[in-house]
């Protein structure tokens, strides 16, 4: 049996911060951890276009605060602001609260393993060749200044009788080690031949002791 975990759910608290920031009563609870995953899908599902590879979701009393991730926040934002005061509209009207929109870009959209996973998939769906799409992606990755990057796809590749899985391994990538920072991404290819899954982890370096301990306390829990 595999014994595998997501490598983002390991670090949170240690070397990666929550998605979502909220405190809630039980019977409140289950409500907002639905009311995120529909906020998220929608933004995903009428946003994709703007490369957004995470949504961070914070709440008060009074206010919901949706902070997106973009490598392309101008088509968020819109000229003066009209696409995002839009979204924010549309927000509200979905959830019934007072919401507030934050873009943050995405400098680097190779290191960036949610996008690159996206990236491949779209690759596969136009049916370039998975092994060139594989090695060019993993390439493009290490050029921008990642200590390791590790792609896998699993599926029908090139439209094979029998699904398999191909991977490409470039550089470090230790996914045992929770002062490495390792970012996670998935995405599906829809093809023809059926469903090709993409899985993508990128190593930014490893942290030193002191560096460990800072980043354990930034992301710590409030009490």
């Known amino acids: 049996m595999g014994q595998k975990v997501c490598p983002i ?5 240690i070397t990666e911060d929550w998605r979502s920031r909220w405190f809630a009563e039980k019977k409140k609870f289950g409500e907002y951890v639905v009311e995120d995953e ?4 929608f933004i995903k599902r009428n946003y994709f276009f703007a490369g957004i590879p995470k949504i961070e979701i914070e709440r008060t009393r009074e206010k919901l605060t949706v902070i997106i991730h973009g490598a392309r926040p101008g088509l968020l934002i819109g000229r003066k602001g009209v696409e995002v005061e839009r979204l924010k509209s549309e927000l509200e009207h979905l959830t019934g609260r ?33 092994r060139q799409t594989l090695k060019k ?87």
């Open 137 to 223: 992606s993993a390439e493009m990755t290490m050029d921008a200044g990642a200590d390791g990057v590790r792609i896998g796809i699993s599926g029908r590749l090139g439209g094979s009788e029998l699904a398999r899985r191909e991977k490409i391994i470039l550089g470090s990538v230790p996914l045992h080690t929770f002062a490495a920072r390792i970012d996670y991404g998935f995405s599906e290819a829809h093809t023809k031949y059926g469903s090709i899954g993409v899985k993508v982890w990128i190593n930014h370096g490893v942290l030193g002791p002191g560096e460990l301990a800072q980043e354990e306390q930034q992301n710590a829990p409030n009490a």
């Open 9 to 13: 759910g390991l670090r949170i608290g």
């Open 38 to 41: 529909r906020i998220r899908r």
């Open 98 to 130: 007072a919401v507030e929109v934050s873009v943050i870009e995405v400098p680097r959209p190779e290191l960036s393993a949610q996008l690159v996973a996206e990236e491949v998939s779209q690759q596969l769906e136009r049916r370039k060749a998975f």
